[in-house]
């Protein structure tokens, strides 16, 4: 029997729409609702709650992050000191200055927002609710994550007030060991942090393992657990590594045990193996589960049937495993060995290829759909244009003879931006947007959502294609004054940085004036069929009223828009009604 | 070669790429550009297909899906096999180029760069001249461009006469061997005309090589962050017509000052040759005996397997540079090379070691002391 028709048949048993009653027939207090007081809320083990605290903490740091990203823009409209001169004196201070901006955006983007974003913040929120259980498996675990991530925060704003941080983000040695700024506070923050990660993703490995519902089998599960499921492997296995690598460096800076720094015969390329060995599979870390959202996104906003269900899943998996195979191609021109660099460089380009399913897959699915150009679809839809172009300038950086001229480039840096920002925070952007109905019970302002969508995606093109020019021609990165040929390019790339900041601004403010004012969200505003479009918006506390049986996450066919609610009935409940 | 790349290795900039004005930068166009169309190729084809279907599938709320399909095996081969065919491709292209860059040819002029906070240094190994990098004089004329003190002619002429003392400069059309080396923390040796790149890493050398193919002023940047001057680490490349141009200029750039004092011309020997990377001065033990406190000293060496000893003096020195196998210091690697210096050269460098102490003993000689 083929596998479809294996799939049709197991089909047939499960029951597509398990629900007699409507949802929206249960009166009675939201997880929002149920409780008033701070402490119900500090002390919470309900996911949603911890949810809702790791959204507010990263969108918090998200606005923090941005602000030194929008300095580092600004000081760089000139190649002449611009207001740097307005915070220090000397040339050398203002250097200084700009590099702990640098190092400040880096850090912060990457350790508290990017990496926590999707799988913390909107994971907690959506997975149990995608299983239909009540909670994740270890609730108290996960509130002890949401306080390390606190924790590991706390740290990073202590290092702001105590004379900052100029290693950049990666705390390459030996540099590191002899910075005069707060690296260990920082080192200890991110070491907190990587804590926080491997108990999110200990408590997701056993959600999933443990409580799909009843007729949910592996390849029954909404695109999105299998993204979360693969991330959450990846941070369980290479964390760790992260975590003994910064303590090491610890020890190096206080006792000076000679592993990294040549000065007491250590080796600074070791140090580089070890950091990447974890930092290359954090990069899967955050876009995985942002392609896992898109998944999500173009099937229920074309309302069609994901396409290549089993070779999306797989990807997920396949990218999971080669993430831990190809650290080394960070070091093509560090002086490690010939052989080496052609094997990281082979491997490299295994991880483009389910990349490329992916894509192919996504646009399929829009093939004969019936799309709503949604605020949520648009940033889909963003989303593969701009990982596109993140994609494909990855195969630039893999191909070692074009490394060799572009390694340590504006290139570098324009690619990953495509990478970790147009494609992992744009999906987080557009998760929210698609899941906020369903946290917050509120409806936004489509119309400003669509043009706040614009703004950035026209911004963020505009910061980072002049980037990819002048890396190519020859502009190095972490560079606080430059050549006057480069110019141009970075005062459009300013430019667009501002664009950008004007658009997440008026995201800002219409979802936060969506909680004042928006109309009360239906219970299925998009016309999803996996099991939080089950449940009211915003859910109870124990997230279903009766316990959900599996249902279909793609089959949309079943359901019918009612114009009176804005909601998605199913066809039963919508003849009901008539 | 390829006449593609013969096309592409025009020495003018593109709007992607400096000019390419050594041997790789022909066949890293190439690279670039395959992988570039490939790019576009695919950028094009997603994007259209993106704004066709959201365009002609886009529905009013509550519309279905006119097709169920949810799967084509066919389609997922192509769609696997394509990109996959192109990767290989890709990856091949990109290892022929790499170990090109990775085997130099036997005849390179050698030439050691060493990054340092922040700045460059070059030595060349033929006559041992050592030239500063410069970067604070480019640095300062960049300033005065900037705030119109120099027009642009002005501002070539100023780096013109810095880089009759400084840069790094090779000859056209002559494999150039380069090790590069950092005395602190990392940093990277980067020439974007050349196309080449090489981290500089504290207690490891690195290797790169390549033929410059046309005479001119190229930048050179630091490449690795390296702290606070990391953005002012950058020096120029000088590319010579011919070899005899660059060995005029080498020859002065390796001349002495013969005003300077004895011990003084006598340091800049000591860095210049090379004894600097096995003789310290400040008594640290390297791979041969530190010279401070040398002069005068007894030594106990190895002469042709027969233990002896000596007072250091005017002759012991001489001796031992010449014939540095005659005596090898005792408890040290038989490991000095011959370094064929000048009489002058040996003469201020036996001044330079008198100037770093005389009689002072030490761990070298304990008999003195008692």
């Not at chain 2, 196309?195 to 050179?220: H, Q, S």
Request: glycine share 8%; net charge negative.
């Amino acid at each position: 029997m083929s596998q479809p028709e294996m799939d049709a048949q197991s089909d047939a048993e499960i029951p597509s729409e398990p629900h007699v009653v409507a949802p929206e027939e249960h009166t009675g207090p939201s997880y929002l609702t149920v409780t008033k007081t701070i402490a119900s809320w500090a002390f919470t083990l309900d996911h949603k709650r911890i949810g809702v605290m790791y959204l507010i903490g990263v969108l918090f740091m998200f606005l923090l992050g941005g602000v030194f990203a929008l300095l580092l823009r600004t000081e760089l409209f000139s190649p002449l000191a611009l207001i740097t001169p307005l915070f220090a004196d000397t040339a050398e201070a203002q250097a200084d200055l700009y590099n702990k901006w640098f190092t400040t955006h880096g850090a912060i983007m990457v350790f508290l927002v990017i990496i926590p974003g999707v799988p913390a913040a909107l994971g907690n929120f959506v997975l149990p609710l995608l299983l239909g259980a009540k909670d994740v498996a270890f609730p108290r675990l996960n509130l002890g994550s949401f306080y390390l991530w606190v924790i590991g925060a706390i740290f990073f704003i202590y290092v702001l007030f105590s004379g900052g941080l100029d290693t950049g983000w990666t705390f390459y040695t030996p540099y590191s060991a002899e910075s005069g700024t707060a690296v260990i506070p920082a080192l200890v923050g991110v070491f907190i942090l990587g804590f926080s990660s491997i108990f999110t993703g200990l408590n997701f490995i056993v959600t999933i393992h443990k409580m799909r519902p009843r007729g949910m089998t592996w390849f029954k599960m909404p695109l999105f657990l299998w993204a979360t499921y693969s991330t959450a492997v990846m941070q369980v296995l290479a964390t760790p590594v992260l975590g003994i690598t910064l303590l090491l460096l610890i020890l190096e800076r206080t006792l000076g045990i000679g592993i990294f720094d040549p000065r007491n015969g250590g080796d600074p390329v070791l140090f580089q193996h070890f950091f990447w060995f974890y930092s290359h599979p954090a990069v899967y870390i955050m876009i995985v589960p942002p392609m896992g959202i898109v998944s999500e996104l173009i099937a229920v906003h074309s309302h069609k049937r994901i396409f290549g269900y089993t070779y999306i899943a797989f990807s997920s998996v396949a990218i999971a495993i080669f993430s831990f195979l190809v650290w080394g191609h960070h070091m093509f021109i560090s002086g490690q060995s010939t052989t080496m660099n052609i094997i990281f460089s082979g491997i490299t380009f295994s991880v483009g290829i389910p990349s490329a399913i992916k894509v192919f897959n996504w646009i399929a699915t829009m093939y004969k759909g019936a799309i709503s150009l949604n605020t949520a679809m648009l940033y889909g839809l963003s989303f593969i244009f701009l990982f596109t172009i993140g994609g494909l300038t990855g195969l630039f950086c893999a191909v070692l003879s074009i490394d060799t001229h572009i390694h340590d480039t504006y290139f570098v840096v324009a690619h990953f931006h495509y990478v970790m920002m147009g494609s992992g925070l744009i999906a987080f952007i557009g998760g929210l947007h698609h899941w906020w109905p369903k946290i917050t019970g509120k409806m936004f302002s489509e119309f400003l959502g669509r043009i706040a969508c614009g703004l950035v995606f026209i911004g963020f093109n505009l910061t980072f294609i002049p980037q990819f020019v002048m890396g190519s021609l020859g502009m190095p990165r972490r560079y606080y004054t430059y050549a006057d040929k480069f110019l141009g390019y970075h005062q459009l790339s300013t430019i667009g940085s501002y664009i950008m900041a004007v658009g997440f601004f008026l995201i800002a403010y219409y979802l936060i004036q969506s909680l004042a004012s928006g109309k009360k969200a239906p219970r299925n505003p998009w016309g999803g069929n996996s099991l939080e479009w089950h449940t009211t918006s915003p859910p109870p506390l124990l997230n279903f009223h009766d316990v959900p049986d599996a249902t279909d996450p793609y089959d949309f066919e079943h359901l019918e828009y009612n114009p009176s609610t804005g909601n998605y009935d199913t066809q039963e409940l919508a003849r009901a009604s008539e | 070669m390829n006449p593609l790349v013969a096309i592409l290795a025009q020495s003018k900039p593109s709007f992607w790429l400096p000019a390419p004005v050594s041997n790789f930068a022909g066949p890293v166009d190439w690279d670039f550009y395959f992988v570039y169309w490939v790019s576009i190729f695919f950028l094009v084809l997603i994007t259209a297909l993106l704004a066709i279907f959201m365009w002609k599938y886009r529905a009013p709320k509550g519309a279905h899906a006119q097709s169920h399909n949810d799967h084509h095996l066919l389609l997922e081969v192509v769609w696997t096999g394509i990109p996959l065919i192109l990767s290989l491709m890709m990856f091949w292209y990109g290892y022929r180029g790499y170990v090109a860059m990775q085997t130099p040819p036997a005849d390179g002029i050698s030439i050691v760069a060493e990054a340092q906070k922040w700045a460059w240094n070059f030595s060349y190994a033929s006559n041992g001249a050592n030239v500063p990098g410069m970067s604070d004089d480019f640095n300062a004329v960049r300033a005065k461009v900037r705030s119109g003190e120099f027009t642009s002619e002005q501002a070539a002429a100023e780096e013109d006469k810095i880089l009759e003392k400084a840069g790094l400069h090779v000859p056209m059309g002559v494999p150039i061997d380069i090790t590069v080396m950092a005395a602190d923390v990392l940093h990277s040796f980067y020439i974007p005309a050349f196309r080449v790149k090489k981290d500089c890493v504290p207690g490891r050398t690195g290797k790169l090589w390549f033929i410059a193919n046309e005479a001119g002023i190229y930048d050179l940047f630091c490449a690795e962050y390296c702290g606070q001057g990391h953005s002012w680490m950058h020096t120029k490349v000088v590319v010579h017509e011919t070899v005899e141009e660059f060995e005029k200029w080498l020859e002065i750039a390796g001349s002495y000052d013969e005003t300077l004092p004895f011990d003084e011309n006598g340091k800049i020997v000591w860095k210049r040759r090379g004894c600097i990377s096995c003789h310290s001065i400040d008594g640290t033990k390297k791979v041969g005996p530190s010279w401070k406190g040398l002069f005068g000293s007894m030594r106990k060496f190895i002469s042709i397997g027969t233990p002896g000893e000596l007072i250091a003096d005017e002759a012991y020195i001489e001796d031992s540079i010449r014939f540095p196998m005659n005596r090898v210091a005792d408890g040290y690697p038989p490991q000095m090379p011959v370094v064929k210096l000048t009489d002058k050269e040996i003469l201020w460098v036996t001044e330079y070691i008198k100037s770093l102490g005389q009689n002072s003993g030490g761990t070298e000689n304990p008999r003195k002391e008692n």
